[in-house]
């Protein structure tokens, strides 16, 4: 823990998981002035939004991390884009009014690149993490240059070892329960990737740098029992988007006050890649995983038009309702209050 605690240079092993499209920088101020690692989530930042919310983040002197997806974008596959399309327009267009099948396409979710480290480098923040694996050698090293603490997450104990080996320092341990994107990197088959209490002592027997774990954690009770299987601090992210500092839309937050957030799977119908939330009616519909879904991030676009419609209408059927399986424990609490609740759980 005190190594962790060292690199992080917090109060508390605690690290808020970054939530792209359900948070900013007021819920990382929030945590990091709690004594925790607030993190920024920048996947959905254009460089302008991203500048604004480093700014206001610099603003609060603490700690914080900022975190990036670096997948590779896919090329575009026309033939595979229009039959989704198409089997989403069949299904749904007439009931809500949309035309699916011509819907403006769009890049979704961006990876790491020069220029964002070149903003970065600007502001110097102490924390990066990235999903999906690390960046090219020579923008890891951009963030190296100025003294950040690289963290990523593995979902497996071959890609613990592969992140210590490529040059991360802190090594996140994302169990199956784990709410949004699976960080997956090595191998797409799910098959291969454990629940939390499986996967970290043997992620933190397999590597020498810090391990955090990540999933099925919204109380003491459960941090208390990560750390008693070696982690050396935790990451909580579901249970921080019924905070008032979070962004989270009203569909989403009435799904994780409801009995419905009992129920979460994995899926890939929002994005392309997979990622467990509250199981909604698209996710019965068209997968929950889908073979036909356009490659990660591409299929973001596609449902977007229809996921407008809904929301207008308090439907939240068509969004992402993002959440891990230890959602029905998450309370609607200050970030404050949340953060020294968590922190019961470290005391033995």
């Known amino acids: 823990m005190s190594t ?22 007021r819920l990382a101020a929030a945590v990091s002035q709690a004594g925790a690692l607030g993190s920024l989530p920048a996947a959905l930042l254009s460089p302008e939004a991203l500048k604004a919310e480093l700014e206001r983040l610099q603003a609060s002197c603490r700690p914080y991390n ?17 039959a989704w399309r198409t089997r989403l327009s069949h299904r749904f267009d007439a009931e809500f009014g949309t035309d699916l099948r011509n819907a403006p396409g769009g890049a979704g979710r961006v990876p790491f690149t020069a220029e964002a480290a070149a903003l970065l480098a600007h502001f110097r923040p102490p924390v990066v993490s990235f999903h999906f694996g690390l960046p090219a050698p020579a923008l890891l090293q951009a963030v190296k240059n100025w003294g950040a603490v690289v963290m990523s997450s593995a979902t497996t104990v071959a890609e613990a070892r592969w992140l210590q080996a490529h040059g991360a320092d802190v090594v996140i341990a994302q169990g199956l329960e784990a709410g949004g994107h699976r960080g997956h990197f090595l191998d797409d088959d799910l098959s291969l990737q454990l629940g939390l209490m499986a996967l970290l002592p043997q992620v933190v027997d397999a590597v020498t740098v810090p391990v955090v774990a990540a999933g099925g954690m919204a109380d003491a009770r459960g941090v208390r029992a990560a750390m008693a299987l070696g982690a050396s601090g935790v990451q909580v992210g579901t249970a921080y988007l019924l905070c008032p500092e979070a962004d989270t839309s009203t569909v989403h937050r009435r799904a994780l006050a409801s009995p419905a957030a009992a129920h979460t799977a994995l899926t890939n119908v929002f994005t392309g890649r997979p ?16 073979d036909e879904a356009p490659r990660f991030p591409l299929a973001t676009s596609a449902l977007a038009p229809l996921r407008a419609e809904a929301e207008a209408r308090d439907n939240g059927d068509f969004s992402p309702l993002w959440a891990g399986q230890a959602a029905p424990l998450s309370r609607p609490l200050p970030a404050a209050e949340l953060t020294r609740a968590l922190a019961a759980g470290l005391v033995a």
């Open 4 to 25: 962790l605690l060292s690199l992080l240079q917090t109060e508390l092993p605690l690290i808020q998981a970054p939530m792209a499209g359900t948070q900013g920088s």
């Open 66 to 82: 900022v975190n990036f997806f670096c997948h590779t974008p896919p090329v575009t596959d026309p033939a595979r884009d229009a």
């Open 275 to 290: 990622a467990r939330g509250v199981l909604n009616r698209v996710m019965r519909e068209m997968g929950p995983l889908a």
